[in-house]
């Protein structure tokens, strides 16, 4: 058996980081946490369904893709991952933004939902990581446009938009050295000043009627809640249940209840935080 994943990373995560998380009732045995993997599929597979969407299957540990049912090169991601993708609710008459994009994981799962047949753009504003997209595209062969820009210089209208947006990356228990690495108050702090510009400027290309949902994988209230209540004060922008059954509790702030807060110990999956926006 391996050893447990804490006793790897323990002495490496910041005192503040570990003051942060205890703010907001968490404690570092969060990263004691191993998570799942799944793939999806519309045809069955010999294997546990992921309770919130049927047609995504956990592999098992040590699989690398090899299962009866599933193909060898499948996409294979963090089940979290299909939460905001669901929340957006995509349609194939929709035209779809994925303004934060790269690697792709998103933009394969809304490619999936809507049978490749809706009109999805995807954009990065990192070349280095559009390259790893634009591979993820033609490999599974998505009907998706590629662009490389910042979002905030998108101008065209889109009737969903996915922002996924950068973020500090506590949630990501399995990459948790790295994170440490990087991880500051000040990052912390920069990063939301940059959700909020982001957040603000995707939901002015939103079309009326439209959805725009807001991620991240951070538990920092910074960049969560606050990136909300910032939308909520300075637009009209409002609030919009999530109907996805996973566990998870609402979002910490008054106003930011029907976001959903998604913890590692939850569902054995990365930690995320997803709102849906609607504008009318
Ligand atoms: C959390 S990652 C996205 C993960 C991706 N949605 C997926 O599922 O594979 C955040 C991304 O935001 C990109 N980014 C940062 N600032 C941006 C901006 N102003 N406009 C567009 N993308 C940006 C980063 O390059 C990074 O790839």
């Known amino acids: 058996m391996g050893l447990p994943v804490l006793s790897c990373v323990i002495g490496m995560i910041p005192e503040k980081l570990i003051e ?19 793939v999806l599929s519309r045809e069955h597979v010999d294997l546990e369904k992921v309770p919130w969407y049927e047609h995504a299957y956990f592999l098992e540990e040590n699989n690398d893709g090899n299962t009866k049912g599933v193909s060898k090169g499948s996409f294979i991601f963090d089940p979290v991952s299909i939460v905001p993708c669901l929340a957006l609710a995509p349609k194939k008459e929709d035209r779809i933004l994925d303004m934060c994009a790269a690697p792709g994981t998103k933009t394969f799962i809304l490619s999936f939902l809507t049978n490749n047949e809706a009109k999805i753009v ?12 634009r591979f993820n595209v033609e490999k599974f062969h998505l009907s998706v446009d590629v662009w490389n820009k910042s979002g905030r210089k998108i101008y065209e209208k889109f009737d969903r938009i996915l922002l996924d947006a950068p973020c ?22 920069d990063l939301a000043k940059k959700q909020k510009r982001l957040v603000k400027h995707a939901y002015s290309i939103l079309n009326p009627g439209g959805t725009l949902v807001y991620s991240t994988c951070t ?6 809640e606050k990136v909300i209540e910032f939308l909520l004060e300075k637009t009209d922008a409002k609030l919009d249940d999530i109907n996805v059954k996973i566990n998870h509790i609402p979002g910490i ?23 849906k926006i609607m504008k009318f």
């Open 253 to 275: 702030t008054d106003s930011t209840k029907q976001c959903m807060r998604i913890y590692p110990e939850h569902n054995q999956t990365g930690g995320f935080f997803v709102a």
């Open 122 to 133: 995807a954009n990065d504003i990192s070349r280095q990581r559009v390259k790893r997209l």
């Open 219 to 224: 538990f920092e209230r910074e960049e969560n």
């Open 20 to 38: 942060r998380l205890k703010r907001i009732g968490l404690d570092e045995t969060i990263y004691d946490s191993r998570t799942k993997k799944c």
């Open 168 to 189: 500090s990356g506590e949630g990501m228990v399995n990459k948790s050295e790295k994170l440490f690495k990087h991880w500051s108050e000040k990052r912390v702090k």
